[in-house]
């Protein structure tokens, strides 16, 4: 049974040593398990990379919203968290990380089984990178599992992944999607009622920038695989990250998004903006478009803004580039930095998330104005996902992605609103993005009734 705590530990610095939460064991594996034979309640991965993450089971689980979920991220990426029983390769992790875009706030009554920010050791963890594939097995340290329980799991999975035969990703899809078309009236009303007050806010100078979502709820004919929509992703969007979250009860978050908040190796990090917006046939024209190229600044300034008190230096290319996706186009600017002694995970989340691409500019006028104006709950949409450790962390931004539970799905899209936007621009920017998850559901074999 998973192991809730209620109050999270403090700071290091304050605490000073802790007995372990738990003992590990690793082990190289032939392959890389499949998820096609290898059920998991998480997945995170970039296949152009040759990485990726394969969790399964609950050894113990950390739940925090508000102020806790800093305290929280603290507390579990201290020295010794984890006792390993040996000298293997460091794994991503290896905490399962879900944060909601608004940790502050509750959770809609849609995202039951899910939590603001949700951290769970798994009983394996299986990663693949650079050509090589690794799995670590876990038991909570008061449950006195032995090392040789723990080498008998991981056996198992050596033995299952060598016998399973190769797998073969499912297959692309180029047609436009199915249901874009049948937007209702409502729907569509609802869209241009919320561009219009987002555009009232930014002449009367609230806002800069706001970055409105909307929802398409859809029902399937049939439960949807969870599983093979994430595998569909993979295969139709190599250079993104691909996500499988499964909430209590049998709900998945599912996504593939082409951005990423931090990847953390000690104290080298990674990130990078990804704003600016255009179909695939008009990228190189994002590098001269002022609205774009202005979305972009925002974004590149909010996070070296955030970065400067925690780093020692902060690096980034003189502009942006492109990267182009099956369905959408956009620029992006990769940034690095060297993070000061002392700063981690918590740090670095608590001064870029969430940023003006999924947010707006400022900050917290553009919080309030979507608490205010969107008519459902973000929760975990446009939030973190991925992966939180003392060693290594990598969370991505949850974008083009939908929450599963049985034969309905609610996808998720946003588009950034500044002065001089038009509404119908905007839906047609949400459509393109909407497009890699329609794409991969009829991927993975999916058939729906009809939008609501």
Same mark, same amino acid.
């Given at each position: 049974?998973?192991?809730?705590?209620?109050?999270?530990?403090?700071?290091?610095?304050?605490?000073?040593?802790?007995?372990?939460?738990?003992?590990?064991?690793?082990?190289?594996?032939?392959?890389?398990?499949?998820?096609?034979?290898?059920?998991?309640?998480?997945?995170?991965?970039?296949?152009?990379?040759?990485?990726?993450?394969?969790?399964?089971?609950?050894?113990?689980?950390?739940?925090?919203?508000?102020?806790?979920?800093?305290?929280?991220?603290?507390?579990?990426?201290?020295?010794?968290?984890?006792?390993?029983?040996?000298?293997?390769?460091?794994?991503?992790?290896?905490?399962?990380?879900?944060?909601?875009?608004?940790?502050?706030?509750?959770?809609?009554?849609?995202?039951?089984?899910?939590?603001?920010?949700?951290?769970?050791?798994?009983?394996?963890?299986?990663?693949?990178?650079?050509?090589?594939?690794?799995?670590?097995?876990?038991?909570?340290?008061?449950?006195?599992?032995?090392?040789?329980?723990?080498?008998?799991?991981?056996?198992?999975?050596?033995?299952?992944?060598?016998?399973?035969?190769?797998?073969?990703?499912?297959?692309?899809?180029?047609?436009?999607?199915?249901?874009?078309?049948?937007?209702?009236?409502?729907?569509?009303?609802?869209?241009?009622?919320?561009?219009?007050?987002?555009?009232?806010?930014?002449?009367?100078?609230?806002?800069?920038?706001?970055?409105?979502? @909307?929802? *398409?709820?859809?029902? /399937?004919?049939?439960?949807?695989?969870? =599983? %093979?929509?994430? !595998? +569909?992703? #993979?295969?139709?969007?190599?250079?993104?990250?691909?996500?499988?979250?499964?909430?209590?009860?049998?709900?998945?978050?599912?996504?593939?998004?082409?951005?990423?908040?931090?990847?953390?190796?000690?104290?080298?990090?990674?990130?990078?903006?990804?704003?600016?917006?255009?179909?695939?046939?008009?990228?190189?024209?994002?590098?001269?478009?002022?609205?774009?190229?202005?979305?972009?600044?925002?974004?590149?300034?909010?996070?070296?803004?955030?970065?400067?008190?925690?780093?020692?230096?902060?690096?980034?290319?003189?502009?942006?580039?492109? @990267?182009? *996706?099956?369905?959408? /186009?956009?620029?992006?600017?990769?940034? =690095? %930095?060297?993070? !000061? +002694?002392? #700063?981690?995970?918590?740090?670095?989340?608590?001064?870029?998330?969430?940023?003006?691409?999924?947010?707006?500019?400022?900050?917290?006028?553009?919080?309030?104005?979507?608490?205010?104006?969107?008519?459902?709950?973000?929760?975990?949409?446009?939030?973190?996902?991925?992966?939180?450790?003392?060693?290594?962390?990598?969370?991505?931004?949850?974008?083009?992605?939908?929450?599963?539970?049985?034969?309905?799905?609610?996808?998720?899209?946003?588009?950034?609103?500044?002065?001089?936007?038009?509404?119908?621009?905007?839906?047609?920017?949400?459509?393109?993005?909407?497009?890699?998850?329609?794409?991969?559901?009829?991927?993975?074999?999916?058939?729906?009734?009809?939008?609501?």
């Amino acid at each position: 049974m998973a192991d809730h705590l209620a109050q999270p530990l403090e700071s290091a610095s304050v605490l000073g040593p802790v007995a372990p939460l738990a003992i590990g064991l690793r082990v190289e594996l032939p392959r890389a398990p499949s998820l096609a034979h290898h059920p998991a309640r998480f997945f995170f991965g970039c296949s152009s990379a040759g990485t990726s993450v394969l969790a399964q089971g609950e050894v113990l689980r950390r739940e925090a919203s508000g102020a806790g979920v800093d305290r929280l991220l603290r507390s579990l990426s201290r020295p010794d968290q984890i006792e390993w029983l040996d000298e293997g390769a460091d794994p991503p992790g290896p905490w399962l990380a879900a944060i909601a875009f608004d940790a502050l706030a509750p959770l809609g009554p849609e995202w039951a089984g899910f939590a603001p920010a949700r951290f769970i050791l798994p009983s394996l963890l299986a990663w693949s990178e650079r050509g090589r594939h690794f799995a670590a097995a876990f038991t909570a340290a008061t449950h006195g599992e032995s090392r040789a329980s723990l080498w008998s799991r991981l056996e198992a999975l050596r033995r299952s992944v060598a016998a399973q035969p190769e797998e073969a990703l499912a297959p692309l899809v180029s047609r436009a999607p199915a249901f874009e078309a049948q937007l209702t009236a409502r729907a569509r009303a609802d869209w241009d009622k919320l561009v219009a007050s987002a555009l009232e806010a930014i002449d009367s100078g609230e806002l800069s920038k706001v970055v409105v979502a @909307r929802a *398409l709820d859809l029902t /399937a004919t049939a439960p949807i695989d969870a =599983a %093979a929509l994430v !595998r +569909a992703l #993979a295969s139709r969007h190599p250079t993104c990250r691909a996500f499988m979250l499964e909430g209590d009860g049998g709900a998945h978050f599912v996504g593939a998004t082409p951005e990423l908040l931090c990847s953390l190796n000690g104290r080298d990090l990674r990130t990078e903006a990804v704003a600016g917006s255009a179909p695939p046939a008009e990228a190189s024209q994002l590098l001269g478009r002022p609205k774009d190229l202005r979305e972009h600044r925002w974004v590149v300034d909010h996070l070296v803004r955030g970065l400067a008190p925690i780093s020692e230096s902060v690096s980034l290319p003189p502009g942006p580039g492109l @990267r182009v *996706l099956a369905n959408v /186009a956009h620029l992006v600017t990769p940034l =690095a %930095a060297r993070l !000061r +002694a002392g #700063a981690g995970p918590a740090d670095v989340i608590a001064a870029l998330h969430p940023t003006p691409a999924v947010c707006g500019e400022p900050a917290e006028p553009a919080r309030r104005f979507l608490a205010r104006h969107e008519r459902f709950s973000r929760g975990l949409y446009a939030g973190l996902v991925g992966l939180v450790g003392e060693r290594r962390t990598e969370l991505c931004v949850a974008l083009r992605c939908a929450l599963v539970r049985g034969p309905s799905v609610r996808a998720f899209a946003g588009a950034g609103l500044v002065r001089g936007s038009v509404a119908a621009d905007e839906l047609r920017e949400t459509t393109l993005k909407s497009a890699a998850l329609l794409d991969a559901l009829a991927a993975a074999g999916t058939t729906f009734e009809r939008p609501s």
